[in-house]
C-alpha cells in the first residue's frame, strides 16, 4: 500500500501558528504509521525555501504559512482539528488504494 506525503508548510519555532498546525499533525500521525509520511517545509533551509516556491508555483500565489499539503495539495490554510485531520488522510489513502 502506497503511502501519502503530507507537508507542513513551517516558517519556524517562532511561528506560534506553524508550532500548532505541526502539534496537531503529530497526534494524528502516529495513527497511521506507515501509511503517512510527514515532512516540515522550513523556510529558513535551502531545501525548505525550495520547496516552499515550488509550491506556491502550483498555487499561483505564495503558499499560505502554515499550511498542510497532501500530495502537493493546499488542503488546509488554518489549523484543522484532529477529527478533521484524520478524515482528510482517510480520505486520501483510500483514494490511493
Excluded at 503529530?26 to 531545501?47: I, N, P, T, W, Y
Amino acid at each position: 500500500m502506497k503511502s501519502i506525503h503530507l507537508e507542513i508548510v513551517y516558517e519556524g519555532d517562532h511561528c506560534i501558528p506553524c508550532v500548532y498546525m505541526a502539534k496537531v499533525v503529530e497526534s494524528v500521525a502516529k495513527d497511521f504509521g506507515d501509511l503517512l509520511h510527514v515532512e516540515k517545509v522550513v523556510l529558513k533551509r535551502k531545501e525548505g525555501a525550495k520547496r516552499f516556491y515550488e509550491l506556491s508555483c502550483s498555487l499561483g500565489r505564495p503558499a499560505p504559512i502554515p499550511s498542510i499539503f497532501i500530495e502537493g495539495e493546499l488542503v488546509f490554510d488554518q489549523t484543522p482539528g484532529q477529527e478533521e485531520l484524520k478524515a482528510c488522510l482517510e480520505r486520501f489513502i483510500s483514494d490511493a488504494e
